[in-house]
């Protein structure tokens, strides 16, 4: 084992870490986004009036993105595994 082998599984490990949550973030940041407009146009100041929409809106996320998150992360476990005879050796 070498440290490029070490900096490749990094490397692949923050990409699929991105790809996985990807899809909670850019819910969260477009609801947040969507419900700061509408306490600003009128004039509602209620903190949990944000934190209630992001919460239902990543939850239909993880719902909707779930197989396909759980499938990358089985995925790369699965590749990691493969990998474990080359870097003992």
Request: glycine share 6%; proline share 3%.
């Amino acid at each position: 084992m070498n440290d490029t082998t070490v900096i490749e599984i990094v490397v692949r490990m923050f990409l699929i870490t991105g790809e996985l949550v990807a899809p909670m973030l850019l819910t969260a940041l477009a609801i947040g986004l969507a419900v700061s407009l509408i306490q600003s146009i009128t004039s509602i100041q209620e903190a949990t009036l944000t934190f209630v929409p992001k919460m239902a809106g990543v939850a239909l996320a993880i719902v909707l993105a779930g197989h396909w998150m759980l499938s990358t992360l089985v995925g790369f476990t699965n590749q990691l595994f493969q990998l474990v005879p080359q870097l003992v050796s």
